[in-house]
């Protein structure tokens, strides 16, 4: 009788187990389903602010676009307002901003995402590595972070949903 009652109390240990295991693991994938359709669109960059390690903060003024797709994919451009004046009056080209793609992989549980750059023409040491944001969404805004080793924030770009 006593080895039947262990048996039942660890089948019924067992089926807590699997049960909790199975709830969390669907809220898991329910909250990465959520985010990821969260960053689904295009957006227009509505500042980017830099943070150097002296303290206080610099507007870049730059001006940009952003994309994630349905596929897991974004492509990323921006560059700083006035260089279409700076390229005026240069007797070169004047380059200046970043332009990026890659496929995205999303870490809900530290609010990153991670872009996976496949193609930079204009930084090309870029290709094959990761570019990590620190994201957070605030209506129809989306701040992207970058931060440095010790977990700095070093500049956010603040993306304003466009579209829909």
């Known amino acids: 009788m006593r080895v039947i009652r262990i ?3 660890t ?3 067992l089926s807590l187990v699997v049960v909790v295991a199975y709830s969390t693991g669907t809220q898991a994938a329910d909250s990465l389903e959520t985010v990821r359709q969260q960053f689904i669109g295009d957006y227009d960059l509505v500042s980017f602010v830099r943070f150097p390690v002296g303290g206080g ?9 952003l994309r994630y797709d349905e596929s897991g994919n974004m492509i990323g451009l921006g560059m700083p307002r006035d260089l279409p004046e700076q390229a005026r009056g240069a007797g070169q080209a004047v380059t200046g901003g970043f332009a990026y793609w890659g496929s995205v992989t999303i870490d809900v549980a530290n609010q990153r995402v991670i872009h996976h750059v496949e193609g930079s023409p ?6 094959g590595q990761d570019n990590i944001r620190y994201y957070e969404f605030d209506g129809e805004l989306l701040k992207l972070s970058l931060k440095d080793d010790s977990g700095r924030i070093t500049a956010t770009l603040t ?6």
């Open 7 to 9: 048996y039942r109390s």
């Open 122 to 127: 204009g930084a090309a040491q870029w290709v």
């Open 159 to 164: 993306w304003r949903r466009i579209g829909d």
């Open 11 to 13: 089948a019924l240990f």
């Open 57 to 65: 903060e610099e507007n870049a003024d730059y001006i940009g676009r």
